[in-house]
């Protein structure tokens, strides 16, 4: 939302003529505009980056006052009554009890230090081991790949062969460069066959896949090292949240009585 900017002796002279009244911020033709609209929409604002200050208060009165006008001119002309005007303000009701919901839920929900903590050295362990730097040509049979196996043991240029024949259109580029990853990444017979072999190895038979025929090379290993926990706090809390909030609507749903 952008509100036109005003001068600011303009915007205090606003301030200082308009009425004050203890619950509303402005009364048009006899309809009054509480502050608590007021405060809502200044929440809005700061959250969108906007800073909280007087200038910014007087803007968003004014901007409320030019809705109100709006507002009543449309209820003259029974615009709120027309079917898909309901339709939306039903929509947009519903989406801000929601949004209201979500955000109660979450903060009464949040996870302990503890429950961080224990996620945070699962998910370590689940990527512990070792990463690989791996070069690989895919081609779509066996023959072709003992062939270029043969060559390469013959003295011919892995990454050569790898950018003539490889169908992998990520890598045959870059000589078949797979650059570092976790072997768990890849199908199951690739990364079978890649963590069987040593720094500086090559298959020396090809290893099928649903992709076709790979020839893979090992180029070094590295034990996997995990962030600190202070750097993935806020993703894991986050994570963890979503996963609540996934159960709890599904609990609902199970509850519910959907004919």
Known sequence: MTLKKTRLWVLLAAFAAAPAFAQNIAVVNGTPIPK?????LVDQLVRQGQQDSPQLQMAVREELVNREIL??????????????????????????VLRALIENFVKNNQPTDADVKARYEQLAKDAGGSEYHLH???????????DLIAKIKGGASFEDLAKQYSKDPGSAKNGGDLDWSNPKAFVPEF????THLQKGQMTSTPVQTQFGWHIIRV??????????LDQV??????????EKLQAFEENLRKQAKIQ
């Open 36 to 40: 608590a609209r007021a405060a809502a």
């Open 71 to 96: 507002m009543q001119e449309a209820i003259r002309q029974g615009i709120p009554n027309l079917p898909d005007v309901k339709a939306q303000i039903a929509v947009a009701q519903q989406t801000v």
């Open 136 to 146: 690989h040509i895919l081609v779509d049979n066996e023959q072709q790949a003992k």
């Open 191 to 194: 990364a079978d066959a890649a």
């Open 219 to 228: 180029d070094d290993i590295r034990p996997v090292t995990p962030p600190p």
């Open 233 to 242: 706090r806020a993703q894991i809390v986050q994570q963890m949240q979503q």
